[in-house]
């Protein structure tokens, strides 16, 4: 089950927890798109561990990956979308991840509402 998070407060609880609750809500999301897309082998902890390992870089190709995975879970729903990966890759590019984490939980958001 897919849990709706507002994101807004997401930010605000990852300003104010400089940065703890970003963390979270990074792996919490990365296993709802996991789950959105019935992809077992997408998960947070995962992916987090590997963006440490690789000091960030894994981090720049996951913005990417997540933007394939979400289009993915979409079409499967039958949502008409575009596939934002490339435009998730040039955001994180410029340091500008924040603004992914926020497109990617409003899509989690909207397929959490029509389940």
Known sequence: MIK?????VAILLSIITCGIYGIYWFI???DDVGKANEDPDFTGVKAFLFALITCGIYGIYWNYKIGKEMY???QKRGINTSDNSVLYLILSIF????VTYCLVQNELNTIARNN
Request: cysteine-free; aromatic content about 0%.
């Open 28 to 30: 919490t999301m990365t």
């Open 72 to 74: 993915e879970a979409n």
């Open 4 to 8: 709706e998070r507002n994101i807004v």
């Open 95 to 98: 340091g500008l991840s924040i």
